[in-house]
Nanobody
Framework: VQLVESGGGLVQTGGSLRLSCAAS????????MGWFRQAPGKEREFVAA???????YYADSVKGRFTISRDNAKNTVYLRMDSLKPEDTAVYYC?????????????????WGQGTQVTVSS
């Protein structure tokens, strides 16, 4: 499975961005998909996940501001980011896991994208 992110960029505080992640493969609909991010000098952290068995799941830091969704017909997962803050600045990575649980994805996804930079200016 190959994951290719797009949609990153520079935005002002309070602005919005939508990230996209296009996945290859025929079994996309069965994968748990998610987003992680890594800020300079910090560990990579979980942001959001979505799978076929349960609703979206978010880190507390983005809950109410970010929305994860997927279009199985297009093999694409999205991350809509609203009310962006400078602390959201990071490289955002798409991830996929063959297991059907958010916990498995959060623990160690099977696949990673190359990342896309999001910069929020104050």
């Amino acid at each position: 499975v190959q994951l290719v992110e797009s949609g990153g960029g520079l935005v002002q505080t309070g602005g919005s961005l939508r990230l996209s992640c296009a996945a290859s493969g025929r079994t996309f609909s069965s994968y748990t998909m998610g987003w992680f991010r890594q800020a300079p000098g910090k560990e990579r952290e979980f942001v959001a996940a979505i799978n076929r068995n349960s609703g979206p799941y978010y880190a507390d830091s983005v809950k109410g501001r970010f929305t994860i969704s997927r279009d199985n017909a297009k093999n694409t997962v999205y991350l809509r980011m609203d009310s962006l803050k400078p602390e959201d600045t990071a490289v955002y990575y798409c991830a996929a896991d063959r297991a059907g649980s958010n916990a498995a994805l959060i623990r160690e996804p099977h696949y990673w994208g190359q990342g896309t930079q999001v910069t929020v200016s104050s």
